[in-house]
């Protein structure tokens, strides 16, 4: 109904960006990187804009960047893309998530959610009229019992909506994870709506498993990635969809009334980006590990409790030996105003029963903003 957005706050990213500024404190909540991005990527950027690539391109996106979605999906994942017919691109992978659930959803049906999650779900699902039913993830190794998992489903399941590898849990699923999902996908003929933005920021040797890569998901599964990850460019905003004619067909309705196209310049960049060698994405991954060893040590000698982290941008940590009885959200606030050191409350990636102990904090940062952070920390608790 009407009611559905305005009943939301202001997103939580927003939020503490803005208290974070306002206290100059180091800005370790909202996830984006603080470097330049890969320089030729960038370059390419601008050398479109100087060429004159200015004005409305495809509405499913260039051919260029298409072409190169589909032959990084085939050299990572071993997946045969038709870019003609299966990739679309949007304007990040919010409007990917947004499309793909105004073009699927019907009011009354039903998307199954795992717990926690990234806020921007629940509200468009609501928004279409659809009805989110959640499977909860528990700390520390954020699994799923099979119970669980079948009583979100019903004769109303329409989608399950993934987020692989898992902001802001950090966790990154297995395949036996993935084939009970897709057992049960099948079982229910549903499909998957998979937010895989941090496919390639995967750790300690790990690999990422697409859901569509797995015996009968090809054709169930949306595929969702964005260069803002992938490229540590998150301002540019573009993503892309990938999934077999039939599903991609009404998510193409839905984004052609949203945003319709995405800018041309910064399409032929990504394109050039994501046929970059090999040593890129291995050495992104390796820095992002780095950078999440530097951070954990530094929060753990403050003594929080550092979760593990498989993947993202991102570690949680465990308040509880310092907050004194406060939660989460209070303790984000006051951290911010007299540490001067901003983290994102975990309990905003909840709708039900949230953890009031766990605070993420984002380390694809500066060696010296990192330690920065850690050495205001150390002063102040
Ligand atoms: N999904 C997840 C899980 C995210 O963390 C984010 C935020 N970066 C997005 C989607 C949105 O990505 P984009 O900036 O490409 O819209
Ligand atoms: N995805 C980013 C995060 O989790 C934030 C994106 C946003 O600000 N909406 O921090």
């Known amino acids: 109904g009407n009611a559905v957005l305005s009943s939301y706050g202001t997103t939580i990213f927003e939020v503490m960006s803005r208290l974070a500024e306002e206290h100059r404190a180091v800005n370790l909540g909202q996830g984006f990187p603080d470097g330049g991005g890969p320089p030729e990527v960038v370059a390419e950027a601008q050398r479109y804009l100087a060429e004159g690539w200015n004005q409305y391109p495809p509405m499913m996106g260039l051919p260029a ?57 629940v509200p468009i699902i609501r928004r279409a009229g659809a009805v989110p039913r959640f499977v909860p993830l528990r700390a520390p190794d954020w699994t799923f019992t099979r119970e669980d998992l079948a009583a979100a489903f019903g004769p109303r399941t329409k989608l399950v909506l993934l987020n692989n590898p898992l902001n802001p849990a950090a966790k990154v699923w297995s395949a036996e ?53 992938t490229f540590s460019l998150t301002g540019w905003k573009v993503g892309y969809v990938t999934a077999a004619p039939a599903l991609l067909r009404p998510v193409a309705k839905a984004h052609q009334f949203l945003t319709f196209t995405t800018p041309p310049n910064l399409q032929h960049a990504v394109a050039c980006g994501l046929g970059g060698p090999d040593s890129y994405f291995d050495g992104l ?64 990636f909840f709708e039900q029963e949230p953890p009031r102990h766990l605070i993420r904090f984002c380390f694809c940062k500066q060696d010296a903003v990192l330690d920065e952070a850690v050495a205001r920390l150390r002063g102040w608790l």
């Open 65 to 121: 960047l298409r072409q190169a979605v589909a032959a990084h999906a085939a050299r990572f994942y071993g997946l045969e893309v038709d870019w003609r017919q299966e990739v679309m691109v949007t304007s990040g992978a919010t409007e990917a998530l947004a499309a793909c659930l105004f073009g699927l959803l019907e009011p009354g049906d039903e998307a199954v959610l795992f717990e926690p999650l990234y806020d921007s779900y």
């Open 177 to 229: 994870e993935l084939a009970v999902l897709a057992e049960r996908l099948v079982a229910h003929d549903a499909i998957a709506v998979c937010d895989e933005v941090y496919e390639h920021l995967v750790f300690d040797g790990r690999r990422h498993l697409p859901l569509m890569a797995l015996p009968g998901m090809r054709e169930r599964t949306l595929r969702i990635g964005s260069a803002g990850k």
């Open 285 to 348: 991954a390796a820095e992002m590990q780095r950078k999440r060893d530097r951070l954990s040590a530094g929060l753990a000698s403050c003594g929080f409790g550092v979760l593990p982290a498989q993947g993202t941008y991102f570690v949680t940590a465990d308040i509880r030996p310092l907050a004194g009885g406060e939660d989460d959200a209070a303790f984000c606030r006051r951290m911010t105003v007299e540490a001067g050191v901003a983290a994102i409350p975990v309990s905003a």
